[in-house]
C-alpha cells in the first residue's frame, strides 16, 4: 500500500508525461504482480463497486475527528473532495502494517461490502489507525469510488509495454474487459498482459477477446477549408455518425461475445444480437453500433435507455423495443486479423459478409457519396431529424488503429452543431483534482413559463462543468461565493444572475425529471454577460426542440 501512496503522489505532483511514464514503470517494476494487477486496474479506469456508504464514512470520520457537524461540513466544503478531507482530519494512525496493495484491497477494503452494519463502524476504524497519512488518502479514494490520477490508459498501456518488451498494440487488446466493474485482478492476470505473445494469442481461434476500439477525432474545420485539409470526398468513406452504443460483436469456438466501448460485456443484454451472431461463420469480428431499430430507421438514443435501465428483458419490451447492430468494420474473417487492411477492402469483405448473412438484426451502415463537401454539408444538415449526431470521415488506406490515433489512418467525426438554450445558473458545486478549490459543477435552469407569466420560476434541467476556461472559471467562482443563498453540504443555491448558453447533443422526455425533459452531453458554449436573466429561456423554448 506504501508503494501505491507513493505513485499516486508521484504521478498527481506533475503534468510531464515524460515523468508520469518514468513513475509508472518504476512501481511496475518493484511491485508485486499482486499488487501490480490491482494497481493497474484502477489506473487504467477501473472501479469497485461502493464499499461503504458516504453518509456514513463522514459520520465515523467526524466522530473519530472530534468535530462538530458544521465544522466538518465547513471542512468538507473548503477541501472539495470527501476522501481528501477525511484523510486530513483524522487523528494520527497509532498502529503500523506491512501489507501491500493487494492485501489491503481483497482482506480489507473489499469484504466491508459483505460486513453487517453493526460491525463496519470496527471494521472501518481499525483500518484506519493503521494507515499512515500519505496512505488515507488513496484508501479514501478508494473506498468512496473518487480515485482518479492524472494518467490516461495509454499511459497505462505504453507502461506495461515497456515492462514487458512488447507491441502496445498487443497489450491494449490484453486490457479489454481488464477493468470490469466486477473484476478482481490476480497475480495470473497481471503476468497474462506482460507475458511474451503466445502461438494461442497469435492465432486467437476460441478466445471472446475483441480488439481495441479505433476511435475519431472532432473535426471542426470551416467547410470552405475541407478540400485543402481532406482533399476530395472520393477519399474517404463517409458514414452517418450514429447515436448508439458502440459495440464488437466476437464470433468464435461456436460461441457469441458482445463487447461495449466501455469494456463491459453485455451479450445478455441484447439476446436478439447473440442469436444473430450465431449464424456468423466462425472467426468473425464485426465493429458497429447497437441501436433500436423500428420502421427500416434509427430511433432515439431515449429508446435505447429504457432497454439500458431494466434489469429483466421480456418478450414484450423485445418486441416493443427491437434493437439492431449497425455494422461498419469487419476486424476479423476466418480467423484471419484484418486491422491491417486499407479500410475500404474491410469494408468490402464486411458487405460481402453481410449480403451473405440476410439476418434482421444485422444492418450495413450505410455509405454516403457526394459530388463536393458543399454537396455532403447539404445531406448533413438532415442529421438531427434523421436522430444522428453528422458524418464519420473514414480514410479510404486507413488501418484499424488502436484508440484515438493518427499514425494508420485516422478517422474524423464532422459532428451537427449542437442544439442550444439560454439558462440561469442555480446550483453549484466543487470540482475535483485540480479545481477542488473551485466552484465548477453547475446546476442550469429555465422558465416554466414566457416573461410576461405572474409567478413564473425557474426549472432546473440540466448539469455541466465543462466549456469554461480557467479565468472564467475563477470569475464565475468569486460570483458564486457572493450570491449564496443557502448550503446543501458540498452544493451551494445561488441568487439567480447567471447566464450562459448551453449546448447538448440530443434531447428527449423524460418523467424522471423535475422538468420533464432530459439533455445528452450538456455543455457551456459561453458566458453569456450581455443577457439578463428575466431573458433566458422556457421550458416551452425546451419543448419545441423535441424530436417530432
Do not use: C
Not at 473518487?146 to 498494440?169: M, N
Not at 505473445?197 to 467547410?223: C, I, K, R, V, W
Amino acid at each position: 500500500m506504501k508503494q501505491f501512496a507513493a505513485l499516486y503522489r508521484e504521478l498527481d505532483a506533475t503534468t510531464s508525461s515524460l515523468a508520469k511514464q518514468a513513475a509508472l514503470q518504476r512501481y511496475l517494476q518493484i511491485a508485486t504482480p499482486e499488487d501490480a494487477a490491482w494497481a493497474v486496474y484502477f489506473l487504467a479506469g477501473g472501479k469497485p463497486r461502493q464499499l461503504v456508504p458516504a453518509k456514513l464514512l463522514r459520520l465515523l470520520a467526524q466522530e473519530s475527528a472530534g468535530l462538530p457537524e458544521w465544522l466538518f461540513d465547513e471542512s468538507y466544503e473548503a477541501v472539495g473532495d470527501l476522501a481528501e478531507t477525511i484523510s486530513l482530519l483524522l487523528p494520527p494512525p497509532d498502529e503500523t502494517h506491512d501489507l501491500g496493495l493487494a492485501a489491503w484491497i481483497e482482506q480489507h477494503l473489499l469484504p466491508l461490502r459483505k460486513t453487517l452494519p453493526d460491525a463496519l463502524a470496527d471494521a472501518l476504524r481499525s483500518q484506519w489507525k493503521r494507515l499512515a497519512v500519505d496512505e488515507r488518502l488513496v484508501y479514501f479514494k478508494l473506498i468512496t469510488g473518487g480515485f482518479r490520477v492524472g494518467v490516461s490508459r495509454l499511459q497505462v498501456t505504453q507502461a506495461l509495454a515497456a515492462v514487458g518488451a512488447l507491441d502496445p498494440k498487443r497489450v491494449a487488446q490484453r486490457l479489454m474487459g481488464y477493468t470490469h466493474i466486477s473484476g478482481q485482478p490476480t497475480a495470473a492476470d497481471y503476468a497474462a498482459l506482460i507475458a511474451p505473445e503466445s502461438t494461442g494469442e497469435l492465432d486467437q481461434q476460441t478466445s471472446g477477446q475483441p480488439y481495441p476500439f479505433f476511435l475519431a477525432h472532432p473535426f471542426n474545420l470551416p467547410l470552405e477549408a475541407f478540400e485543402t485539409t481532406l482533399g476530395p470526398p472520393s477519399q474517404w468513406i463517409i458514414e452517418w455518425k450514429w447515436d448508439g452504443i458502440r459495440a464488437q460483436l466476437v464470433k468464435r469456438a461456436g460461441q457469441v461475445w458482445l463487447w461495449s466501448r466501455g469494456e463491459e460485456l453485455v451479450t445478455d443484454r441484447f439476446p436478439e444480437l447473440a442469436v444473430m451472431g450465431e449464424t456468423l461463420p466462425e472467426g468473425t469480428v464485426l465493429d458497429g453500433e447497437i441501436v433500436v431499430w423500428r420502421d427500416d430507421r434509427v430511433q432515439p438514443f431515449a429508446e435505447l435507455q429504457k432497454r439500458i435501465g431494466r434489469k429483466t428483458l421480456g418478450p414484450k419490451l423485445l418486441r416493443e423495443i427491437p434493437v439492431v447492430l449497425l455494422a461498419y468494420d469487419l476486424l476479423e474473417w476466418q480467423g484471419r486479423d484484418l486491422r491491417a487492411l486499407p479500410q475500404q477492402e474491410r469494408r468490402v469483405l464486411l458487405d460481402d459478409l453481410l449480403v451473405d448473412a440476410q439476418h434482421p438484426s444485422l444492418v450495413a451502415s450505410p455509405m454516403l457519396h457526394g459530388e463536393s463537401w458543399a454537396d455532403l454539408a447539404r445531406q448533413r444538415e438532415a442529421a438531427r431529424s434523421m436522430g444522428v449526431e453528422g458524418m464519420m470521415l473514414k480514410q479510404r488506406d486507413a488501418h484499424y488503429g488502436v484508440g484515438r490515433t493518427k499514425d494508420v489512418g485516422v478517422w474524423w467525426k464532422w459532428k451537427i452543431e449542437p442544439l442550444s438554450v439560454d439558462a440561469v445558473l442555480v446550483y453549484a458545486q466543487r470540482g475535483h483534482g485540480r479545481r477542488a478549490s473551485l466552484y465548477s459543477d453547475y446546476t442550469f435552469a429555465v422558465w416554466d413559463g414566457p416573461p410576461e407569466a405572474e409567478d413564473r420560476k425557474l426549472v432546473p434541467f440540466a448539469k455541466a462543468y465543462s466549456g469554461l476556461t480557467d479565468a472564467e472559471m475563477a470569475r464565475v467562482d468569486a460570483v458564486i461565493r457572493k450570491t449564496t443563498i443557502e448550503s446543501f453540504g458540498p452544493v451551494r443555491s445561488v441568487r439567480p444572475t447567471l447566464v450562459f448558453e448551453l449546448g447538448f447533443e440530443g434531447i428527449a422526455r423524460s418523467t424522471r425529471h423535475k422538468s420533464g425533459i432530459a439533455v445528452r452531453f450538456p455543455r457551456m458554449l459561453r458566458w453569456r454577460e450581455d443577457k439578463p436573466v428575466e431573458e433566458a429561456d422556457t421550458l416551452q423554448t425546451l419543448a419545441a426542440l423535441l424530436p417530432s
